[in-house]
């Protein structure tokens, strides 16, 4: 795949970005998100039974991450008072698109930052890490489309 997303963006170096301990790539959209260590995971889910070798594309920027994630938290807690404020059926709706649209540009921005640095360094690295992180990110794309 390519990273190129239009014709503002230079040609990268994943491997390079990402191998660099506090390395930090800025994005597209504004968002600047780095790569790091293993991170966090519920036990049970895939990353969990990785646990020894899971990556985390956003560690070295889980702060503006968390700060996204708190916006959309907070436009959820808004629906949430538009419906005990019985506001009118398409106000509420016209808010849902926007939490939707929300998660959808979070989630892009997240799996963008995967393929650039965790599944480029894996690809580098070859193997079958490398076949492991191509499928995991197909069917994350999938799980995407579909939603």
């Known amino acids: 795949m ?14 390079a970005e990402c191998s660099a301990a506090g390395s930090s ?3 597209a959209d504004g968002h600047t998100w780095g790569h790091g260590g293993a ?10 039974r990785r646990r020894g070798r899971a990556m985390t594309g956003y560690s070295h ?14 436009q959820v807690r808004g629906l949430q008072r538009m419906v005990e404020n019985d506001t009118y059926c ?6 849902v698109s926007a939490v939707t649209r929300a998660l959808q540009s979070f989630a892009l921005a997240l799996l963008d930052e995967h393929m ?3 599944v480029s ?10 076949e492991e992180k191509v499928r995991e990110a197909s069917a994350a794309i ?5 939603s």
Not at 39 to 46: K, L, T, V
Not at 61 to 74: C, P, T
Not at 142 to 146: D, T
């Open 2 to 15: 390519t990273a190129a997303a239009g014709p503002s963006r230079k040609p990268r170096d994943p491997a």
């Open 121 to 130: 360094e894996a690809i580098a690295g070859g193997g079958e890490d490398a």
């Open 39 to 48: 991170g966090r995971a519920r036990a049970g889910s895939a990353a969990a």
């Open 90 to 95: 398409i106000d509420v709706l016209t808010q």
């Open 25 to 27: 790539r800025s994005r």
């Open 116 to 118: 650039a640095c965790c």
């Open 61 to 74: 920027q889980k702060d503006d991450v968390l700060k996204r994630l708190r916006r959309i938290e907070g």
């Open 142 to 146: 999938a799980r995407l489309v579909r």
